[in-house]
């Protein structure tokens, strides 16, 4: 289960990282300025890419082992 409570996109982003076990980055330093809210029960990957991708306006590129988010990022 993953749970974010108006989390930073930092900190989702090293969730992600240590539940499924994958490098991810921004390709946009503008994306660490924004925040998600969301729960997971029993997620799988693409499923939260897709919920983060239409509530951040986000792009996703994988690559191999390695998933890159991209997009205009949030007002600070």
């Not at 969730?15 to 921004?26: N, P, Q």
């Not at 998600?36 to 029993?42: A, V």
């Not at 991708?53 to 949030?74: A, P, S």
């Amino acid at each position: 289960e993953l749970h974010f409570d108006n989390a930073n996109l930092p900190t989702v982003i090293e969730d992600l990282k240590r539940h499924f076990h994958l490098d991810i980055k921004t390709a946009n330093t503008e994306l660490l300025k924004c925040n998600f809210t969301g729960d997971f029960e029993n997620p799988e990957i693409n499923e939260v890419l897709e919920v983060l991708t239409f509530v951040l306006d986000l792009e996703i590129k994988k690559d191999n082992q390695q998933i890159i988010l991209n997009g205009q990022g949030c007002d600070s």
